[in-house]
């Protein structure tokens, strides 16, 4: 069930092709649906425009593919996190029209079906080391129907480099801003565009950078207003604040 299928479904009760009784038969189970250990949130998409996800790591495969089998019947579609390549393949055979990604380590089973008219969300990131959290953010947003600008390796090490993107990050709608290290590329960013900057530290680097900890410190601390930091490595969070963002007009 998602916001379309609902008011479809409310229409024709409105006008009387469908019986109250069997629109609240399809209706008893919006909230969640129970699929073996798993309850799944069917009514997310309603609430927030998005549907839930499922985080595969830490997961079994039974507990995984029954999740994604009862957002499927719900949604038509579903997008799975974390997944290992051994998982993926095991899914596969469940979900054999499924596509798996190996460096975002993303399985997706469909796609959402209202596109978004704006311009393209820009995921940039500082270095091809980070790359995978990137993807993690771009195709969640794919997924979703969102225009995704890929803008990869400008780190500030060689500010020349972002410097060149210029025209393309000023006509993003919003700006997600991958970087380990030090994390200061969502600091120059957020100097530089208009747009929503949503920072996502990433746990790579030597030492010192504890994991990420010293990039989400960075961004945290950034002299740069108003950026929004999500957590170490979580591009599907990013992903997901943007289209909170991008959902705002169309609900108005």
Do not use: W
Not at 64 to 89: F, I, N, Q, W, Y
Not at 116 to 133: K, M
Not at 194 to 215: D, E, H, K, Q, R
Not at 225 to 250: C, E, K, Q, W, Y
């Amino acid at each position: 069930m998602n916001e379309s299928k609902l008011r479809d479904l409310l229409a024709q009760v409105s006008d009387g092709t469908l019986p109250p009784d069997h629109a609240l038969e399809r209706l008893r189970t919006l909230p969640f649906a129970e699929a073996g250990q798993v309850l799944a949130d069917t009514h997310r998409v309603i609430r927030q425009g998005f549907p839930e996800a499922v985080f595969a790591e830490g997961k079994t495969h039974t507990q995984t593919s029954d999740a994604l089998t009862a957002l499927v019947a719900a949604h038509g579609c579903a997008l799975a996190t974390r997944v290992s390549p051994e998982m993926a393949g095991l899914l596969r055979q469940r979900f054999p029209t499924g596509s798996y990604d190996g460096v975002s380590r993303l399985y997706r089973v469909g796609q959402m079906e209202r596109p978004f008219q704006s311009a393209p969300v820009a995921v940039v990131c500082a270095g091809t080391s980070d790359v995978p959290v990137a993807e993690e953010a771009a195709q969640t947003l794919e997924f979703a129907g969102a225009k995704v600008n890929r803008i990869t390796d400008v780190g500030v090490a060689g500010l020349h480099r972002l410097l060149a993107r210029l025209d393309d990050l000023r006509s993003a709608s919003i700006v997600i801003a991958v970087a380990g290290m030090e994390g200061a590329l969502p600091s120059v960013l957020g100097g530089l565009v208009a747009a929503p900057v949503i920072a996502v530290p990433t746990s790579v680097g030597y030492g010192a950078n504890l994991g990420g900890i010293s990039a989400l410190l960075t961004m945290l601390n950034s002299c740069a207003s108003g950026l929004t930091v999500v957590n170490i490595d979580n591009g599907f969070g990013a992903a997901v604040a943007a289209l909170r963002i991008l959902n705002r007009p169309m609900q108005a």
